[in-house]
């Protein structure tokens, strides 16, 4: 069980819990859309699929946005009292490059598009403006930029994923029922 200091919060809010559960469930679907999508010949159906993950970038952008906004503006809870200096530091860093990668990796895909020639409609509704202006061999570099973020986003959700598990089975420290609060313990 997880001792705090008073006065500090010993739970994300309800809006960070869905943020984060929201940006993880949008962030496995695109990478899995992504992968599925990339095999693909090119069909009607392909450029549908690529239309659809490029409308899902966006929004995780604005999303990813919106949730660094929040995570700057509301405390989030303490480490668990007891845990080890080196998982705090490797537990702040792994949240700063996960943040940071929700931002790079959808700006790395707007990047790609506008260097291949390939506005990017948001919703099909609301055209975006290219950033970068056609380059056949830039396009190239940035397509391969955005594949290895997402490696490192994978990477790096898996560790993560590893040690909430690890907290909540082996540490039995609270951790993973801050963002899981069903998980509490109701002693």
Known sequence: MSHTQPGLPTHYTRTAILLHWLMALMIIAMFGLGLYMTGLKL???????????????????????FRLVWRLTHTPPPHPAGMPRWQQIAANGTHHLLYLLMIAIPLSGWLMSSAKGFQTVWFGVLPL???LAKDKALGDLLQGVHQALNLGLATLVLAHIAAAIKHHLVERDGVLARMLPFLQDKR
Do not use: C, E, I, N
Request: proline share 8%; aromatic share 16%.
């Open 129 to 131: 403006p290219d950033l």
């Open 43 to 65: 069909s009607p159906q392909k450029l549908q699929l690529y239309s659809w993950h490029k409308w899902a970038g966006v929004s995780v952008f604005v999303l990813a946005a």
